[in-house]
């Protein structure tokens, strides 16, 4: 009989864990469940069909139909999975007419993904407030602007929250971000770095509000704006862009332990504490390659490398997820705002010392038309001179310089070398001296 | 009294070899001695002056006369070193006017750079044929086109073969380029990438020949075409890009050795077998990273990097050159086309096994509007999965990608490795698989 592989989530880690899982087994059974009515689309795509840049949301459906079916995939939409029995290995699951069904499996993979947060704030249970996780989430907003927003406010300065005030700002409309912290992007930026870009979208004409808490959601049933910091900012469109958190619910209901992320702690091959249950992408835990302690990274690059992990794994084969560095990358209007494993202040807060080098340089030679800005800052372990992450805003060509300081990361390339590095040139693309390297020099100076 | 460092030749070697100097010493007296009339211009650039990217050739002097001021360096421009004693320490020079001087060094660094190479070919003394070295070359093939040249045929499909060429077909010229070889870019390339290059050259209007040697130059006593290959190519502006060849005459008339590469024999500090004597440069030859075999590889960036440590070095400082992969780029039309490392060809000819993956992808997410495709070669040794090499044509990011492959060879990155490799993605810069590890994955496929 073939092996049964179940597989709860379709998105960007459940579908590549399907995919993995048919070409390690061609003959297993393959049954995947979502509640979603859209199975396989790209919700890091979502701000940019707010903003226009994309025609449609429908676009961002990457995986349609004729996928599954080509991959011998039974796909279950609109279908709930109740409960987990790992002591009999089955699903319990409801369809939207009602019906229950239980499905038993040789393994599983919960993938059940994380869900947009909301904390504690007086009035937070106002009718209106969206957040911008799921295709209907697009709709509701791109609605919301259809209908004459005016106005809107934008709860958090983390990525998600910065792509959508732009893609509301393109739209005309007047947008406020209010961010609890100091600086928008924390999780990606040192306050230094944030600074030019916070700047970068206040001369766009966004509205930026740091260092206050949002305490109060305004409006009577209908939310109509947000009190943060002793100060009103009102909202045709109140945007809740607070984070997300894994769902576990269904996974810890089975027995399933959390890590210390409050994700689903996994091993290498992506297996939980219970045989034959993986967990992967935004509910899963990961190790992070420089601290070696638990991670909670939620991108989908991450979530469907671990798919495949674990794909492989559940359908008998033999692979190993290797950890993550948390290398993330955004377009801010022309700026590309990146980030590769441990900002300054996240090295100082796990006790590394440091030594950062940054510099300002160009994206061609200084004489060819068109050379734009690019800021790069090193973060470099002082002892062994080893890098640990770097933050990288420019107008061209930074996603692929995050990907290589990731390598040097995971080589455990030191500054020293980084500095001496073979790199390309042709002014049309870059300078002779590449920044990476300038960056390297910047931080040898500061260790002689 | 404070150490004197002579350095011949002012550009990019010379002057980041003075400047590194200067940095190390505040109070050595240096002097650079240069021919030519301007110091310190971008060779790389003539081509985009041809085509018009860049303004004027004036614009390509990256280092102004100001600069030297500033830097506290001796300039003698159109001044040439006759000949060096190497016991005496003294470089004998006569200026434009004709007039000696004998110059006392402590430390002297060559920086001779190299000359367009013509080959034995019959006629080729014939006049009016235009080589892109100079500013002066670059100023001659401009008045060409400006006094209403037509057709111009380019002689070589180098790098700068073929940049000449496109610069000349944007200026409305008929242009052909003859290669002996039967591939364009054979330096760069293999002939699987190198073929679609050459398809969108040939659908830019460019008439590409490959596989024909140019035997003579046509013409009386002006060059007025090319026979190669038993056929006639007329041009009104012929171009020899055959590519270039170290000056070591002044070197070796010194007693300075040259390596196996024909040009000048240094160590890791850029030192030639003489003491106190450093070269550097296009004029002098490194180690290859992965081969551990002298490699001459004359480009600005490498220039730059041994500029550096030779002035460190001259100085009385202590720096060490790394060693070159060839990494490389030039933007061809819309087209990036870079390379690093070995080429398949070039490995299978240091007797290297190697497994291959190719893979073409696009460098947006699928669904974003302007996704450009993307091809990528990876070259990987057979035995130990080490990267060997890449090459990358595509619309986007090829430097970057370029570079972050060169610190994986440096850093002796395993393919499997990189299939592993954490990434960074959002829709508008890169798909959530990105290309390199797509390569790195097609390359375990054939390794099972």
Redesign the interface.
């Known amino acids: 009989m073939p092996k049964h592989i179940v597989i709860i989530g379709a998105h960007?880690a459940g579908v590549d864990a399907a995919s993995a899982a048919r070409k390690t087994d061609r003959t297993a059974q393959i049954t995947m469940l979502t509640e979603e009515k859209h199975p396989g689309y790209?919700r890091?795509?979502l701000p940019?069909v707010i903003g226009g840049?994309?025609?449609n949301f429908s676009?961002?459906i990457?995986f349609p139909p004729t996928y599954f079916q080509m991959m011998k995939i039974s796909l279950k939409t609109e279908t709930k999975a109740k409960a987990i029995d790992t002591t009999k290995k089955t699903v319990e699951t409801q369809d939207k007419t009602g019906k229950s069904e239980t499905i038993s499996y040789d393994t599983l993979i919960i993938a059940t993904g994380a869900s947009s947060f909301m904390p504690p704030i007086k009035g937070k249970e106002k009718q209106g407030i969206c957040s911008l996780r799921t295709l209907e989430d697009g709709y509701t907003i791109d609605q919301a602007v259809k209908n004459g927003a005016r106005t809107a406010v934008v709860m958090g300065a983390g990525l998600i929250g910065l792509e959508t005030a732009i893609g509301l700002r393109e739209k005309g409309l007047n947008v406020t971000v209010v961010e609890m912290l100091p600086q928008i992007l924390p999780q990606m930026l040192d306050a230094d770095m944030a600074k030019p870009v916070q700047e970068m979208l206040e001369q766009k004409g966004i509205n930026i509000q740091t260092g206050k808490c949002c305490d109060e959601i305004l409006g009577t049933e209908k939310a109509t704006g947000v009190s943060a910091g002793g100060e009103q900012f009102n909202a045709d469109l109140l945007i809740s862009a607070f984070g997300v958190r894994a769902n576990t619910q269904l996974a810890t209901n089975a027995g399933v332990v959390l890590g210390d992320t409050k994700a689903i702690k996994t091993n290498a091959r992506m297996e939980t504490n219970i045989k034959d249950v993986y967990a992967i992408g935004d509910c899963a835990e990961s190790t992070h390659?420089v601290t070696q302690k638990p991670a909670l990274m939620q991108?989908?690059?991450?979530a469907?490398?671990h798919g495949k992990v674990a794909g492989i794994n559940a359908a008998g084969g033999y692979a190993?997820?290797?950890?993550?560095?948390?290398?993330?990358?955004?377009?801010l209007y022309n700026a590309?705002v990146?980030s590769?494993g441990l900002t300054e202040s996240a090295a100082n807060r796990a006790r590394i010392e440091t030594i950062t080098g940054t510099i300002s340089s160009k994206t061609k030679?200084?004489?060819?038309?068109g050379a734009l800005p690019i800021k790069v800052k090193l973060v470099v372990e002082k002892e062994s001179q080893k890098i640990m992450g770097a933050q990288i805003i420019g107008g061209?060509?930074?996603?692929?310089?995050?990907?290589?300081i990731?390598?040097?990361i995971?080589?455990?390339?030191t500054a020293r070398?980084?500095a001496?590095?073979?790199?390309?040139?042709?002014?049309?693309?870059?300078e002779?001296?590449?920044p990476?390297v300038l960056a390297a020099e910047m931080v040898l100076m500061k260790l002689r």
């Not at 061209?396 to 290589?404: G, K, L, P, S």
């Not at 995971?410 to 390339?413: A, C, S, V």
């Open positions: 960007a790209s890091c795509g940019f840049h994309i025609p676009d961002l990457v390659i991108f989908g690059t991450v469907v490398r190993l997820f290797t950890g993550v560095l948390g290398s993330s990358i955004s377009r590309d990146g590769t030679a200084e004489y060819y038309p061209e060509e930074v996603t692929q310089r995050i990907n290589a990731s390598f040097a995971q080589k455990q390339m070398e980084l001496k590095a073979d790199t390309a040139y042709a002014p049309p693309v870059c002779t001296w590449e990476l």
